[in-house]
């Protein structure tokens, strides 16, 4: 018994204890830390002002203005590589910037990017703006943009703002610029309209809706302003109210001559007439 008790009282020895000196200067040292990073935080929101500052969906989001100007508080430099351009099947683009940003002897490399998806592009009024529509070079520039405020904001750890540590520093949410991409409301007549249109693909294509998809896509496709034909839509229910209108008139032509065909007991034809607007068959 006496030997089993030392044996635990030599591995309880090993065990350091908790608080000894070492884990209470760790401890005070992160405090210093969490209290200069604040400093530094407050510090750099005093640079900006209201005009620095936008409301993206109810977030605060750092205009390119407020990050030269905390830049320049801090002394950060930085250099960006020459940007990539992806481009997608639909027309759709993006544009990528890589940045390397320093502050005394630290250094970081950072990402930027922008696409044409982005609503603040294809959104306008609620309605979808098509790729060949978006001014690529509004699109690079915001790529850039991205690319400076994500490495000035990530190298001072003052990502993930909130409406309350920019209150601190004197900037009032009311003050800043809102921007809101939510569509309008689609009217009733709109809505009914939208209702036929599929009512009478679905008709069409003998209540096969994989088919009446395909209907819908040749009815919605156009050529953009590159000359290049963009994609039409395969739900139904991502038609915007302005696209409605073309497309039941397309439709409703279709649906008429389909319904001719039927009482002469004609197949379907393949290819449209002159002046007609043609479906797959």
């Not at 320049?72 to 590589?81: E, P, V, Y």
């Not at 819908?216 to 395969?234: C, M, N, P, W, Y």
Request: aromatic share 6%; net charge negative.
């Amino acid at each position: 018994m006496v030997s089993e008790d030392r044996s635990l009282i030599a591995i309880h020895d090993d065990v350091p204890p908790l608080a000894d000196d070492h884990l209470v200067a760790l401890a005070e040292a992160a405090e210093r830390r969490v209290e200069a990073i604040n400093r530094i935080k407050q510090a750099a929101l005093k640079a900006t002002n209201a005009h620095d500052w936008v409301d993206q969906q109810g977030r605060p989001y750092l205009q390119v203005s407020g990050a030269e100007k905390i830049a320049r508080l801090f002394g950060i430099s930085w250099r960006i590589d020459e940007p990539i351009l992806e481009r997608e099947e639909d027309g759709h683009f993006a544009f990528t910037y890589k940045g390397y940003f320093r502050m005394g002897v630290v250094e970081i490399e950072v990402i930027g990017s922008r696409s044409s998806r982005d609503p603040f592009f294809s959104k306008a009024r609620g309605e979808d703006i098509p790729p060949s529509a978006i001014d690529r070079q509004n699109v690079k520039k915001a790529a850039l943009t991205n690319c400076i405020g994500n490495g000035i904001t990530r190298l001072l750890g003052i990502r993930n703002l909130t409406w309350d540590d920019l209150a601190e520093a004197g900037i009032k949410r009311e003050n800043v610029a809102s921007i809101e991409y939510r569509g309008q409301e689609m009217s009733e007549e709109a809505k009914a309209r939208r209702d036929e249109i599929w009512s009478m693909l679905l008709e069409m294509s003998g209540g096969d809706e994989a088919r009446a998809r395909d209907y819908l896509e040749k009815a919605t496709e156009f050529t953009g302003r590159d000359g290049r034909i963009v994609k039409g839509k395969r739900d139904i229910a991502k038609l915007s109210e302005k696209a409605i209108g073309p497309t039941y008139g397309k439709v409703k032509q279709a649906y008429e001559r389909w319904q001719r065909q039927q009482r002469r007991g004609e197949e379907p034809q393949d290819e449209p007439a002159p002046g007609q607007v043609g479906l797959p068959a």
